[in-house]
């Protein structure tokens, strides 16, 4: 079983930058897929970005592209979530999640880790 703990969320000016982190447990983070999904009040989780530990390979929602940037590190064995040029439509509390097996998906149903999730609150 997984355990993720995700730190690093706060209260930033539109512009500012913010890297969250998310400390894996359990398993060895480049044996895994990772991924940062987000939940703004009112709405569906939505996916972020997808880290395959596996291959490295990376992908990313079109509305943070160019600005996020999501990263890994084995020694330590955390995830992170670099995030630049915020905007206040990013406020929403975000996830880092783990799918164990099979292949890297953006689909928030067949990740069965989930961190308790890191508050981003960005003011215009």
């Known amino acids: 079983q997984v355990q993720l703990v995700e730190s690093g969320g706060g209260w930033v000016q539109a512009g500012g930058s913010l890297r969250l982190s998310c400390v894996v447990s359990g398993r060895p983070l480049n044996h895994i897929h990772m991924a940062w999904f987000r939940q703004a009040s009112g709405r569906e989780r939505e996916y972020v970005a997808v880290?395959?530990?596996?291959?490295?390979?990376?992908m990313y929602a079109d509305f943070v592209k160019g600005r996020f940037t999501i990263s890994g590190d084995n020694a330590k064995n955390t995830l992170y979530l670099e995030m630049n040029n915020l905007k206040p439509e990013d406020t929403a509390l975000y996830y880092c999640?783990?799918?164990?097996?099979?292949?890297?998906?953006?689909?928030?149903?067949?990740?069965?880790?989930w961190g308790q999730g890191t508050q981003v609150t960005v003011s215009s």
């Open positions: 999640a783990a799918k164990t097996t099979g292949t890297w998906t953006t689909d928030k149903g067949f990740y069965n880790g």
């Open positions: 880290l395959s530990s596996l291959s490295g390979a990376t």
